[in-house]
């Protein structure tokens, strides 16, 4: 058996166990770490979120008089962006996550054309 078939084989993959799958890049870890910076990103947008409402709210206050009816289109402008930056951010995130998965499944594709094939 070539060195290369002993590197492939599943017996002496699983008992290696899960470290050499990620020292051998055959699990990708990044998946699982774009949720994490998903989360993230959009705990960033909600911050924002929360600032643009305390600065035309906090603005409107201190004005007074007519500076609340041009606090209401800031506060729709400022919403409009807000909800913009988390659809992109999610679109963002998704087209990552989808370029990982694409390469667990053909790494699951490469897995079931090299296993033995099976009898009747």
């Not at 890049?25 to 929360?50: D, K, M, N, Q, S």
């Amino acid at each position: 058996m070539a060195n290369d078939d002993i590197s492939r084989s599943p017996r002496l993959n699983r008992a290696r166990g899960g470290l050499w799958r990620f020292l051998s890049f055959e699990r990708l870890i990044t998946g699982p770490v774009i949720h994490l910076v998903y989360w993230a990103g959009l705990a960033v947008i909600i911050i924002f979120a929360f600032a643009v409402v305390g600065a035309t709210v906090g603005v409107a206050w201190r004005e007074g008089g007519w500076a609340f009816l041009l606090a209401v289109p800031a506060l729709i402008g400022g919403a409009l962006v807000i909800a913009v930056a988390g659809l992109l951010w999610r679109a963002f995130c998704e087209f990552y996550v989808a370029l990982f998965r694409i390469s667990d499944d053909l790494s699951a594709l490469r897995r079931a054309a090299e296993a033995p094939p099976r009898g009747p």
